[in-house]
């Protein structure tokens, strides 16, 4: 059995810190953090699940679903 890797992010948008976590490949997460592409190293992660793991090499880059949501919507609203 693959060994794996449990990693988190807090987003710290909005004022209200969450925190989410994934289950990767602790393999596919070297590879991400010597430079591979996030997608090509986890092409069954979901984008928001990506958004976890970058933020293992960007610290701060994590922002939760619903304030990406939340960030489309204003932004909608400028327009």
């Not at 590879?31 to 970058?54: C, H, K, S």
């Not at 960007?58 to 939760?64: L, S, W």
Request: hydrophobic share 30%.
């Amino acid at each position: 059995m693959p060994k794996t890797t449990t990693i988190s992010a807090t987003c710290r948008w909005h004022n209200h810190p969450r925190t989410a976590t994934v289950e990767v490949s602790t393999a596919a997460l070297q590879d991400y953090m010597r430079g591979t592409l996030v997608q090509t190293a986890f092409p069954d992660l979901t984008p928001n699940q990506r958004e976890i793991v970058i933020d293992q090499r960007v610290r701060g880059a994590y922002m939760c679903e619903e304030c990406w949501q939340e960030m489309a919507y204003d932004e909608d609203e400028e327009d």
